[in-house]
């Protein structure tokens, strides 16, 4: 039965670290996946993670399945994350959350829940968006559309035909909004545009879906959840999806987390209920030692400021990078755009659309050893200080500075 099989194409993004990995250029440069890399270009563990994971070893005594939806204070504190402390919604208990195996599980927990109980739902994304996004929703059985984000002459907004996008949505359809850190453009709605969003979007009768993967990561833990917050307080239904993968650096213990809120603690209960049906008969219950490792640090208020203080430092040096980087390519006359390469700063997170195409993406691979995903995202945290000149003088050669 297996001869007969095709190959798979491989994944857009981690099919670039292979072939990054296969190269043998030692000076080669991988700017594609999404990972926070230090100044040496390693992927540290934070010393809060390190301290938690001591105390749950030393206390730990079972190795006994989770609850389905996982650890109850786990979810507390992701409430709280979102939303702010004793907030209103978390007291009427119109929001419940799931601990999901990453921000991707929650995810495709959630297209599951709406292929089934929504059925005609369509479910809306960014053009552009996270490559993964369509897969995940196509695999779970969801109708997929695309409205309008980027300006892609200016590299911005473009808020009025975002705008127009969704007075053409159906009412009942889903539209999936990033939280913050908009991947893989770095550009956000302002407050005001968030609140002019939420409005259309009640107005239009549709279900909000927030993919959170970077809170913290563009200008701190409760302004990044600001967009979240607006919504909140106008739209009476929504699904959250949220990450650990990055603001505790936890990618490989896949930490995410589902959160449901309804306009009642009745239909939060109904609909977490069908949540739990569809966990039990995918991976059954979640993995445990992650999501310790958060609810341990979260629960002391002295290592709760050291990993604040960590995620700082590393929101920090992104911004940095990202000056030095405009900076640099500058010196080299290199405009990324016609307007030059102002828009790099402006952009939040760890990522950055530079305005570079396919062809030169191509060539910079080919001829430079440098990994940039086809369309033309960077990894911010991929810079540093060893490789920013010749990356800067790579980009400067596949365009052609005069």
């Known amino acids: 039965m297996f001869d007969s099989v095709p190959t798979a194409p491989p994944d857009p993004i981690l099919g670039l670290t292979d072939a990054f990995k296969a190269d043998p250029n030692p000076d080669k440069i991988n700017l594609g996946v999404g990972v926070y890399q230090d100044e040496t270009g390693h992927t540290p563990i934070l010393d809060s993670v390190t301290e938690a994971r001591k105390r749950i070893i030393a206390a730990e005594k079972s190795k006994t399945y989770m609850p389905i939806t996982g650890d109850p204070a786990f979810g507390r504190h992701t409430q709280s994350l979102l939303l702010g402390a004793d907030h209103a919604l978390v007291d009427q208990k119109r929001i419940l959350t799931a601990h999901c195996p990453g921000g991707t599980g929650a995810l495709r927990i959630a297209g599951e829940y709406l292929a089934r109980l929504h059925r005609g739902a369509t479910i809306h994304i960014s053009d552009p968006t996270w490559a993964n996004h369509e897969s995940v929703f196509g695999a779970a059985g969801l109708p997929i559309e695309t409205y309008d984000y980027l300006a892609g002459e200016t590299i911005s907004l ?72 607006i919504l909140a307080s106008i739209v009476p239904e929504m699904i959250i999806c949220s990450s650990y993968s990055k603001n505790f650096g936890l990618y490989n213990e896949r930490v995410g987390a589902l959160s449901i809120i309804a306009s009642s603690t009745k239909a939060a209960e109904a609909v977490f209920s069908q949540i739990k049906t569809i966990i039990r008969a995918n991976y059954s219950n979640p993995p445990a030692h992650g999501a310790a490792i958060v609810t341990t640090i979260l629960d002391d208020a002295q290592l709760r400021k050291r990993w604040e203080v960590e995620l700082a430092e590393m929101r920090t040096r992104i911004n940095d990078l990202r000056r030095k980087f405009a900076e640099a390519l500058a010196e080299r006359r290199v405009k990324l755009i016609e307007s030059g390469n102002d828009f790099l700063n402006h952009q939040r997170g760890m990522f950055s659309y530079s305005g570079l195409n396919r062809e030169q993406v191509t060539k910079l691979r080919r001829e430079q050893a440098v990994y940039i995903v086809g369309s033309g995202r960077i990894n911010i945290a991929g810079i540093n200080d060893r490789n920013l000149v010749p990356l800067c003088d790579a980009i400067a050669a596949v365009t052609c500075a005069r």
């Open 158 to 229: 473009d808020f009025e035909a975002m705008l127009e996008s969704i007075e053409g949505m159906a009412r009942g359809d889903v539209i999936l909004l990033h939280g913050c850190c908009h991947n893989p453009t770095g550009i956000d709605l302002s407050s005001e545009q968030w609140r002019t969003v939420a409005e259309r979007i009640r107005d239009q009768g549709l279900l909000p879906l927030v993919d959170l993967a970077y809170q913290g990561f563009a200008d701190g833990l409760n302004e990044d959840a600001g967009g979240l917050r």
